[in-house]
């Protein structure tokens, strides 16, 4: 999977270097230059060329030196689960994949429910498409689904949480504008009793996710990853998030769905 993450990645650049030529071509038909100057203004629309060639080559190079390597799926279940490795992939809607440290894949956060209107908004525009309603889903390394959270709200998100049978399991909130260096929120039991509240960097993203009672649930800092694993992983920035094995399978759930919203919702 990690391999293939790396293909679609190089197709991808690929796809959107023929749409810039194109663009670039259809300009100097149009509006050809005629002094150094002008010249030199359409050559700054090459910077975005340069730089698709650029990951193009490298993700080329990361797939070459991981192709060969087995690296078996995943068979921990989300009871075991006690980290993620979370990797946006390289797909025109967004879609979050899950790995083990180790490279084992573990499954998929994917957009469920988006309407005709909704796309063009998903690819284009993807921060404003934030604040729109929309359903994400976990699939399984064997593409079950294992839970879903549904979107709502604009000030405030609220994340209504599905188990694998569709029965609601609780809510995530979180508030929207009131703070830029610190995110705030809550996650709630099906009663909407609170049962974890929730911060976070607004910069670098970093939590120490605790509860009341001052056990950690979940952790995750920026640039954090263990060194014997970048030979897996071929990049310097690789997202890994701990999580507690002492919590509940709905809790577990609940966790998740916060962690999948946050990570789809990151600017990088």
Known sequence: MIANMYKRRERLAIIFLGIITLIFAGFLIVETPSNTD???????????FIFLIVIAFMSRDKYQKVKDVDIPLSERTLEDIDHVVLKKDATFITQLLVFEQTGSFLGTYKFTSLAWWQ??????????FSFLPYSVSYFSNQDKKLFTFKRKGFKKTMLDVYDDEDRFIGQYEQEEFKSILQIKGRILDREGQMILPVKA????????IRDQDGRRWAYFYNGRFPHEYTEVFKEIDNDMVE???RISREQK?????????????RSK
């Open 38 to 48: 002008e010249w030199l203004e359409a050559g700054s629309m090459l910077i975005p």
């Open 119 to 128: 796309y063009p908004i998903a690819i284009l525009m993807s921060s404003l």
């Open 201 to 208: 960097s607004g910069g670098n993203g970093d939590f120490d």
């Open 243 to 245: 999580i507690s094995n």
């Open 253 to 265: 759930i609940l966790l998740l769905a916060m962690i999948g919203y946050m990570f789809l919702n």
